[in-house]
C-alpha cells in the first residue's frame, strides 16, 4: 500500500511497552483538539478528543493529555501492539469556528515491533 | 470503513485536464468537508458544507476549484486544468454538526496524480 508519510517523525516501541506521541498547537484560541490515526491508504481514523476545559480523557488503551499553559497535547497508548503501527496526527479545532474545521499537525509515525 | 465513501480511489491525469471526485457522506450528516493532504502532511482543510450551502473556503481552494453538494447529500470536487501541484489527497469527511465539536468522520480518499 502507499506511505502516509515519508519524512515524518518515527517512535519505535517495543509490543507491549507504553507509546507517548507529543503535539505542539499554536494557537491560544484552540479549544478542542483530535487525535486520529491513518493507516497506509486509509483515511484519518478518530481516537480520542478532548475539551478545552479538561486536563486529561480517557479511553480505551488511550490517554490525551492538554497542556494548555505551554500548548501541549499528547497521546498515551498503552501495551502498544502490531496493529497501532500508523501515522497520528494531533487536529484543533478554533473557539469561534462555527464550522469546526480542523487544522491538522504533522504526523509521527508509530513502529511497533513484535 | 467509516461509512463515508469517495470515488475514485486512485485517479492518473495530465496536466491541463479536468477531473471531478465524488464524496457520499455517511447519511444522517448535515455537514461535509474537503481536505487536502499531500505526502508527510497533515490533512489541509479546503471547503465545507452545511446541507446545501458552501460556507466557507480555504485560501488553498483556487479558481481552478470548485465544490458541490447540490442536494446536501453527496459532493463533488472538481479540479480544472490540473497542475503537478494538484498531486495530493483529497479527503472528504462528514460529521452531525447540531452541536458543538462533533467528530468528523473521515472516507478513504482520492490519490490524484498530475503527469
Known amino acids: 500500500g502507499e506511505s502516509v508519510g515519508l519524512h515524518l517523525p518515527t517512535l519505535s516501541v517495543q509490543e507491549g511497552d507504553n507509546s507517548i506521541i507529543n503535539c505542539a498547537y499554536s494557537n491560544s484560541a484552540s479549544d478542542y483538539f483530535i487525535w486520529y490515526k491513518q493507516e497506509s491508504g486509509k483515511g484519518p481514523q478518530f481516537i480520542i478528543d478532548?475539551?478545552?476545559?479538561?486536563d486529561k480523557r480517557q479511553g480505551q488503551r488511550v490517554t490525551v493529555l492538554l497542556n494548555k499553559t505551554v500548548k501541549h497535547l499528547s497521546l498515551q497508548i498503552a501495551a502498544t501492539q502490531p496493529g497501532d503501527s500508523a501515522v497520528y496526527f494531533c487536529a484543533e479545532n478554533r473557539r469561534g469556528n462555527a464550522g469546526n474545521m480542523l487544522t491538522f499537525g504533522g504526523g509521527t509515525r508509530l513502529m511497533v515491533k513484535p | 470503513d467509516t461509512g463515508v465513501s469517495q470515488d475514485p480511489r486512485h485517479k492518473i491525469t495530465k496536466r491541463g485536464q479536468n477531473v471531478t471526485f465524488r464524496c457520499d457522506p455517511i447519511s444522517e450528516h448535515n455537514r461535509l468537508y474537503w481536505y487536502r493532504q499531500t505526502l508527510g502532511q497533515g490533512p489541509e482543510f479546503l471547503t465545507y458544507f452545511q446541507n446545501e450551502a458552501q460556507l466557507e473556503k480555504s485560501r488553498l481552494l483556487s479558481d481552478r476549484f470548485s465544490a458541490e453538494r447540490p442536494k446536501g447529500s453527496f459532493s463533488t470536487l472538481e479540479i480544472q486544468r490540473t497542475e503537478q501541484g494538484d498531486s495530493a489527497m483529497y479527503l472528504c469527511?462528514?460529521?452531525?454538526?447540531?452541536?458543538?465539536?462533533?467528530?468528523?468522520?473521515f472516507g478513504p480518499g482520492t490519490r490524484l496524480t498530475v503527469l
Open positions: 469527511a462528514s460529521s452531525l454538526g447540531q452541536v458543538s465539536y462533533n467528530e468528523q468522520f
Open positions: 478532548i475539551r478545552s476545559n479538561m
